[in-house]
């Protein structure tokens, strides 16, 4: 991988806890921001895949999101399952969805990560929800959090976080600061990106509401895990949010800016803070990694081998 993409690198370490022998094979260039890759990097993916499989020791080949998959199905001799991700499959530009369906379509199995995407996927697939690690991502007292992050910050104010870079045009910032002023309580509106992924729990914790006013998401996942930190969370309409959040208090999701007003004072006025509710069930690394070894070994036919047997090495590549 040559972009850090955490719940990708998650689910690589919880197959490897399983027996699975996981060889990441990256989209060759770079990914910054709302700028992709080329072309030409993906073409020079190809070669890179044909080169590992030239040993016998792999199974199978997992490609993870739709540009990857022509790449991954061009060499004949492994079975392919296919992740998409999101921003394929549901992608502004109708070559992209064109192209993840045909994936979809002749992979061995594919896999889509929400209910929302499910309903856009008219062949057989399984839905294998992206996990969170609920060990770094949990409760912490917010003044535990404030004090380690350093936030000289009044007990009683009232903190949004904004958990993207703000120049993202996609992520909308603007109309998050838009919302924060317009709110019925007096609220700091506080960004985070580019920091350590472990530290991001501290950050959420340290709030008072997940703010997300992104136009388009494949996910987030940043969503999912404020849900484990007992973060409330209001949201745009966007990817698998509404679905994540159903039922849990204080939590809102619109696409009208004056009702992600009203619930961001509400949120607030609740108390917002991360103590006292409920975790979501069904958000483990667990649960995604035992799903994914048993989709494996049913196409590997698990009657001829035995246990974590039937798995013994996989090529994954990704953007």
């Not at 889509?112 to 839905?127: C, G, K, T, Y």
């Not at 910050?153 to 838009?178: G, H, Q, S």
Request: negative net charge; charged residues 25%.
């Amino acid at each position: 991988m040559t972009t850090p993409r955490p719940f990708f690198d998650q689910q690589v370490s919880v197959l490897e806890e399983r027996g699975v022998d996981c060889t990441v094979v990256g989209v060759p260039g770079e990914h910054h921001g709302d700028s992709g890759r080329t072309a030409v990097d993906y073409a020079r993916l190809y070669p890179k895949i044909l080169s590992e499989l030239r040993s016998d020791e792999y199974d199978l080949v997992h490609a993870n999101y739709g540009l990857v998959a022509p790449f991954a199905l061009a060499q004949p001799t492994r079975p392919v399952v296919l992740t998409l991700w999101g921003t394929d499959l549901m992608a502004d530009q109708e070559w992209l969805r064109s192209l993840s369906r045909h994936g979809a379509r002749r992979a061995s199995a594919t896999v889509v990560p929400s209910p929302a995407m499910s309903r856009q996927l008219e062949i057989d697939h399984e839905l294998i929800p992206f996990g969170v690690d609920t060990e770094l991502f949990r409760p912490i007292p917010q003044a535990e959090a404030r004090e380690h992050l350093g936030w000289d910050t009044d007990p009683d104010t009232n903190i949004a976080l904004f958990p993207y870079d703000r120049e993202r045009a996609v992520k909308d910032f603007p109309r998050a600061k838009r919302l924060a002023d317009r709110a019925g309580v007096d609220v700091e509106l506080r960004t985070v990106s580019g920091v350590d992924h472990a530290e991001i729990p501290y950050y959420m914790n340290a709030s008072d509401v997940l703010l997300v006013t992104s136009k388009r998401e494949s996910g987030p996942m940043v969503v999912k895990e404020a849900a484990a930190c007992n973060l409330p969370v209001v949201s745009t309409d966007v990817g698998f949010v509404a679905e994540t959040v159903e039922g849990l208090p204080n939590c809102f999701v619109s696409d009208a800016d004056d009702e992600l007003v009203v619930g961001l004072t509400v949120a607030l006025e609740n108390g917002g803070s991360s103590q006292g509710r409920g975790r979501i069930d069904g958000l483990s690394l667990d649960s995604m990694g035992d799903r994914l070894v048993s989709l494996y070994e049913r196409l590997l036919d698990p009657t001829a081998l035995s246990g974590s047997e039937a798995v013994r090495r996989g090529v994954s590549s990704g953007v």
